[in-house]
């Protein structure tokens, strides 16, 4: 900005609507103010069925399955977070085509404060829902074609119930499970959480986080592979929603 300080912008829209939900200017990339903008958002329009982000912080980490402590609030909500391949941001093509024409008419100039910026982003929030027709909509505006989600923000998080079928386990403080007396390295991102594990061959587990694969143990080698870089989205995972909700 024209002070010299950085604004990063969080902005979420709805792919369908093209909907602007939010745009809301940060002083640096904060998990605390992220976590706040999007309980404000759900608590407004409601919960999407999945979230589709980059791999960048705060949606995402090193760790098993890339979660992240916003992707696992995501998925005790009932979301499902869903990243784009590293280095293929036309995979969120919409979102950032949006992005572009933010960058041209609130950026340029920028303001000379964040607060002056958060009035610039907000003028151009308006414009762009109520104002400008889009012709993949028809030549109609986002605001009037945008029907906020049936699910609302849950006042508190209820645990999730696994089939009787899986092995239930619970993660260590120190990101941990034990197997069949065999202790495994799961995630610190899961720690004092419950994950399931489902027998899908002799000795082969598939490993969720309430309903989300994040691996596949094996307790002959006692590991657990990453399949969420290296293996596609099943097909039931991709049925538990419909309703994308994408962000930066």
Known sequence: MKNGNYCFPLTVSDLSSRYLL???????ISLEKSFAHFKGLFTIYGLPGRIRTDNGVPFASNALARLSQLSVWF????????LIEPGKPQQNGVHERMHRTL??????????SLRGQQRK???????FNQERPHEALGMKRPGEVYQASSRAMPKQIEPYDYPAHYLVRKVSRAGTIR????QIFVSNTLQEG???LEEVDDGVYDLYFCFYQIGRYELKTNRIRDIVSKVGVSRRQVDLASRVLPMS
Do not use: M, W
């Not at 998925?75 to 869903?82: A, D, M, N, S, T």
């Not at 960058?103 to 000379?112: F, G, H, L, R, V």
């Not at 982003?121 to 414009?127: G, I, K, N, T, W």
């Open 179 to 182: 197997v069949l007396r065999r």
């Open 103 to 112: 960058n041209q008419e609130a950026t340029i100039p920028p303001a000379s």
């Open 194 to 196: 419950y994950v399931g």
């Open 121 to 127: 982003l907000d003028r151009f929030r308006e414009e």
């Open 22 to 28: 939010g745009c809301d200017a940060h002083p640096a």
């Open 75 to 82: 998925i005790k909500l009932g979301i499902y977070p869903e």
